[in-house]
């Protein structure tokens, strides 16, 4: 069972060590969705879209990505992590899904650390997010991901 978790991560890399936790937990490739390379999701039994919360939804960029290279039909799973206030979530990758006839497998989210605005005067919110047990949420998030795909 091989998985790509495609990215954007800017902020603290906070949506990023979330992806990483996951992909110790099975056969993982990362791919940022800001790098310039060829991309090729064909080949993976499930794609999984990560990314941020700015201005109260995931990152353009990440949607932008999806509704480019996601393949007809890919079993999808969504991943965001935010401040404090998710917003619309994980709904523009949905809806980048719905379009692809995409399955939905599930979704993720954790806080992560901001110092976005005025929060960096008072040292940012969800300081240390996120943390051990995010992480290990997050590696059995996919666990059970992959235990569904068999
Ligand atoms: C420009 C900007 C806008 C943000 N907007 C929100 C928001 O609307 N709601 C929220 O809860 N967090 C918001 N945040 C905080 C991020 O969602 C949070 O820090 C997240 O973990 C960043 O992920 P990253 O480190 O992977 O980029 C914002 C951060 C930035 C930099």
Redo the contacts with the bound molecule.
């Keep these: 069972m091989k998985t790509a978790i495609c990215?954007?991560?800017?902020?603290?890399?906070?949506?990023?060590?979330?992806a990483e936790a996951m992909a110790q937990a099975g056969e993982v490739d990362l791919i940022d969705v800001t790098a310039r390379q060829a991309v090729h999701l064909e080949g993976y039994d499930c794609v999984g879209l990560a990314?941020?919360?700015?201005?109260?939804?995931v990152?353009k960029a990440a949607v932008d990505f999806a509704r480019q290279y996601l393949p007809q039909g890919k079993p999808v799973f969504f991943v965001?992590?935010?401040?404090?206030?998710?917003?619309t979530g994980a709904k523009a990758f949905e809806e980048a899904a719905r379009e692809k006839g995409c399955r939905v497998l599930g979704e993720f989210s954790c806080?992560?650390?901001?110092?976005?605005?005025p929060?960096k005067l008072v040292g940012g919110i969800?300081k240390d997010?996120?943390n051990g047990e995010d992480l290990e949420a997050a590696r059995a998030f996919y666990r059970h991901i992959a235990d569904s795909l068999g």
């Design positions: 990215y954007y991560s800017r902020h603290h890399g906070n949506t990023r060590k979330v990314s941020g919360i700015y201005g109260f939804e990152h965001y992590t935010y401040g404090g206030i998710k917003g806080k992560g650390y901001d110092t976005f605005g929060f969800a997010r996120p």
